[in-house]
């Protein structure tokens, strides 16, 4: 009874869409969660949670509509974390029903505890009633990720806190120090500026998101300090410290030091792995708990597999589900499924949002491809007047000699919805004249993609 074709170690995104998608392969299937609850950081701590409060910040501040009503446009007066908390637990829930039933309608065995590997094809799992050994021909592991933690900053889940917090916060900080300008760190910084919070975010490299397009950095960078967030780049924090009055302070390797009411602790994440008894299976992680894998998700051991952010780069919800789908039509030997990770798609949920597809200007220089840009301005286009986005902008970047479109960078209202109609003319191999020959609702955000076509066109005919 306790032998199953796949055991999958991990009810987040990457878990829940590989056993699903073994179970439609007619296979015996169990998924094992240690918490409570399935869905794993996704749904939990991280993606639902904090896209949920971006919604309630945006809808209860009135930031969308300060610029038609005036800056001091607002919703509700006096904003509290428990307004924030009360939209996010119901969405949580919710979420977490769903999930819940799609794993039992498709006969997906869920296992509560903790799993570790006895030996590469058996796995023990612990809970508060008892042990129990499974063995199967194929595991899955989708452990996911914590946050990274330092012996200098005393999280003490009130006024220091990890990403995995933010709702244990009692109360609305006056001034918050956010410690790490990657996406997690600028997306809270968002979020609290747009609340009214003084935000100082203190990042280590010389920029903010260095994935992503410059041009795009800056327009947010801009936002940034127009809310009166701090930013502190080419910064590294020490140490904190929690002062007798409750305030905190950052001490910074320059020797700043720096103060407010709460910090967010958010330098990256660390894979779950110390759990696992890695080496009772063979299988060795890194320094940052990330297991390797090959271009298929096979670890050292053939019929041990791992998908999701316990694997690194990039990363996303999004990503981890393909790879979970991936990984299990290999492990049952097909080889028909296909993925084409060059046209996975950005979604950076800041305040004006970001998204992008294909390669950044700055890519395209680096490998001497000769490209043109089309930018176009939400001001210019009806639908951003009706929003009262004004500073929203989409630039589309394409070959100079066959017009094929080699990345989408938008930000502004919308940006990542918009994003997926690049995606699909940049899989279907299309140029930028398929924006010019279509025809778009009106008035629409996407009109967007013509009058940047017809701009990015307009400068190629200077040359002519
Ligand atoms: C604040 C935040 C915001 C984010 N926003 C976005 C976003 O907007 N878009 C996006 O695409 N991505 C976003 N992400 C990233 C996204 O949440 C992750 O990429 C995704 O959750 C990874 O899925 P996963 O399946 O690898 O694992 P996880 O979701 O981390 O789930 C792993 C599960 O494994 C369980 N587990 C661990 N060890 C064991 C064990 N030994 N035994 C049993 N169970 C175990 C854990 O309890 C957990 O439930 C965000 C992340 C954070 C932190
Ligand atoms: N919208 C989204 O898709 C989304 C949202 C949130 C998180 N995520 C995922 O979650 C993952 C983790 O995000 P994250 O922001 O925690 O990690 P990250 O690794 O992206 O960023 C951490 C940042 O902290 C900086 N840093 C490290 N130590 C520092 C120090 N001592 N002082 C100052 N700065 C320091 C690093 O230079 C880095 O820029 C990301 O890989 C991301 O893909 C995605």
Redesign the pocket.
């Known amino acids: 009874m306790n032998e199953y074709d796949l055991l999958v170690?991990?009810?987040?995104?990457?878990?829940?869409r590989a056993a699903v998608a073994a179970v439609k392969r007619g296979k015996r299937v169990a998924l094992?969660?240690?918490?409570d609850v399935?869905?794993?950081?996704?749904?939990?701590?991280?993606?639902i949670?904090?896209?949920t409060m971006r919604e309630a910040v945006l809808h209860l501040s009135g930031y969308n509509y300060r610029s038609v009503y005036g800056m001091n446009y607002r919703v509700k007066e006096k904003i509290t974390m428990a307004d924030l908390a009360f939209r996010v637990q119901h969405v949580i829930k919710t979420e977490v029903d769903v999930t819940e039933a799609q794993l039992s309608r498709n006969g997906v065995e869920v296992l509560t505890?903790?799993?570790?590997f006895e030996d590469p094809t058996h796995v023990r799992?612990t809970s508060s009633r008892g042990a129990s050994v499974y063995a199967a021909e194929n595991i899955l592991i989708?452990?996911?990720?914590k946050?990274a933690a330092s012996a200098k900053v005393p999280i003490n889940g009130r006024t220091i806190i990890d990403?995995?917090q933010?709702l244990d916060l009692p109360e609305l900080p006056k001034t918050l120090i956010v410690v790490g300008g990657g996406?997690?760190g600028v997306?809270?910084t968002c979020m609290f500026s747009a609340l009214g919070v003084r935000v100082t975010l203190i990042e280590k490299r010389p920029k903010l998101l260095e994935f992503a397009d410059q041009e795009i950095v800056e327009a947010l960078s801009y936002h940034l300090r127009d809310t009166r967030v701090t930013m502190r780049t080419g910064e590294e924090v020490e140490s904190v410290e929690e002062m007798p009055d409750g305030s905190v302070v950052a001490n910074l390797e320059s020797k700043k030091r720096i103060s407010g009411n709460a910090l967010l602790y958010?330098v990256g994440?660390q894979g779950?792995?110390s759990?696992?008894n890695l080496p009772a299976a063979g299988i060795e992680a890194d320094s940052r708990g990330r297991i390797p894998v090959d271009k298929d998700f096979r670890t050292k051991q053939a019929h041990i597999y791992a998908?999701?952010?316990?694997i690194g780069f990039p990363?996303?919800?999004?990503?981890?589900?393909e790879q979970?789908r991936i990984a299990v039509a290999r492990m049952f030997n097909d080889e028909s499924v296909h993925t084409n990770p060059s046209v996975y798609p950005y979604?950076?949920?800041t305040i004006p949002e970001i998204s992008f597809i294909g390669k950044t200007e700055e890519q395209l220089t680096d490998e001497d491809v000769p490209y043109e840009v089309g930018v176009a301005y939400y001001r210019e286009i009806a639908r951003g007047q009706i929003r009262g986005d004004t500073t929203g902008r989409l630039k589309l970047i394409f070959h100079r000699q066959n017009k094929q479109l080699l990345g989408v960078h938008i930000i502004g209202e919308g940006a990542a919805e918009l994003v997926h109609i690049g995606q699909a003319v940049m899989t279907l191999g299309g140029t930028v004249d398929y924006f010019i020959e279509t025809v778009f609702n009106y008035p629409t955000l996407a009109e967007c993609y013509k009058a940047a076509a017809f701009n990015g066109i307009n400068r190629l005919s200077r040359f002519e």
């Open positions: 170690i991990g009810s987040g995104p990457s878990g829940q094992i969660e240690m918490r399935v869905g794993g950081v996704c749904i939990n701590t991280g993606t949670p904090s896209k505890g903790i799993a570790s799992v989708a452990v996911g990720t946050p990403s995995d933010i996406v997690i997306e809270y958010a994440r779950n792995v759990e696992l998908v999701g952010d316990v990363s996303l919800a999004s990503v981890s589900m979970g979604g950076i949920y």
